[in-house]
T-cell receptor
Framework: QKEVEQNSGPLSVPEGAIASLNCTYS??????FFWYRQYSGKSPELIMSIYSNGDKEDGRFTAQLNKASQYVSLLIRDSQPSDSATYLC????????????FGKGTMLLVSP | DVKVTQSSRYLVKRTGEKVFLECVQDMDHENMFWYRQDPGLGLRLIYF???????EKGDIPEGYSVSREKKERFSLILESASTNQTSMYLCATLKGVSYEQYFGPGTRLTVT
C-alpha cells in the first residue's frame, strides 16, 4: 500500500517567517512529487512539482526532494496570512497508470 | 491555462435518487479522475479514465459508476444516492507525462 505521510498540523508561523512543511512517502519507485495548496472550501491548486533530488525554487516557494530518505519538503519564505491553507503532498510512481497518492495535508496558519 | 469545470458547485439530493456529476476539460488531456474528499480522510480516488470509453476503479468505487463518451467529458454517477455519499467531489485531469493533476472547483453534494 503506497502511503504519503504528513503531519496534520496546524503549523503556526508569524508573518514574514519561513514555513517548513514536510512529507514522507513509502513507495521507493515514486519518481514525481507535487505540492498542492487548498484553501478552505476550495479545490487543490498545484503550486510545485519536483522530479529530481535537490531543491527547486519558484518565487517564495522551494521544494526539496531526497529520494534516499524518501522525504519531500516545501519551504515558504516570507510567509503571508494569505498562505494560510492546507498543503497536500502527492507522489506518482511507475505503476503504468497516471494516479497520484496524496497525503492528508498539513494546515498552515500564518498570523499577522 | 488548464480549465476544468464541474456542472454544479452545490447539490442537494434525496436518498435513493440517481445523481449525475459532470466534468469538462478544455486541454485535451487523456487522463481524468474523480475523487471525494472528506474531513480526516483526505482525497480518495473513486474512478479514473485514461482514454475515451476506458475506465478503471480507484480505491472506493462502490456505489459509483462513470462514463466517458468524449475525451473532454467525464461523468460520475451515483446510482442510488445514500447519506454516506455526502461529500466534496473533485474532478481532475492529468497533463501528459508530467503527472501534474489539475482540479476542477468541486461539487459539494449533500444527500438527505
Amino acid at each position: 500500500q503506497k502511503e504519503v505521510e504528513q503531519n496534520s498540523g496546524p503549523l503556526s508561523v508569524p508573518e514574514g517567517a519561513i514555513a517548513s512543511l514536510n512529507c514522507t512517502y513509502s513507495d521507493r519507485v515514486s519518481q514525481s512529487f507535487f505540492w498542492y495548496r487548498q484553501y478552505s472550501g476550495k479545490s487543490p491548486e498545484l503550486i510545485m512539482s519536483i522530479y529530481s533530488n535537490g531543491d527547486k525554487e519558484d518565487g517564495r516557494f522551494t521544494a526539496q526532494l531526497n529520494k534516499a530518505s524518501q522525504y519531500v519538503s516545501l519551504l515558504i519564505r516570507d510567509s503571508q496570512p494569505s498562505d494560510s491553507a492546507t498543503y497536500l503532498c502527492a507522489s506518482a510512481g511507475d505503476s503504468g497508470y497516471s494516479t497520484l497518492t496524496f497525503g492528508k495535508g498539513t494546515m498552515l496558519l500564518v498570523s499577522p | 491555462d488548464v480549465k476544468v469545470t464541474q456542472s454544479s458547485r452545490y447539490l442537494v439530493k434525496r436518498t435513493g435518487e440517481k445523481v449525475f456529476l459532470e466534468c469538462v476539460q478544455d486541454m485535451d488531456h487523456e487522463n481524468m479522475f474523480w475523487y471525494r474528499q472528506d474531513p480526516g480522510l483526505g482525497l480518495r480516488l473513486i474512478y479514473f479514465s485514461y482514454d475515451v470509453k476506458m475506465k478503471e476503479k480507484g480505491d472506493i468505487p462502490e456505489g459509483y459508476s462513470v462514463s466517458r463518451e468524449k475525451k473532454e467529458r467525464f461523468s460520475l454517477i451515483l446510482e442510488s444516492a445514500s447519506t454516506n455519499q455526502t461529500s466534496m467531489y473533485l474532478c481532475a485531469t492529468l497533463k501528459g507525462v508530467s503527472y501534474e493533476q489539475y482540479f476542477g472547483p468541486g461539487t459539494r453534494l449533500t444527500v438527505t
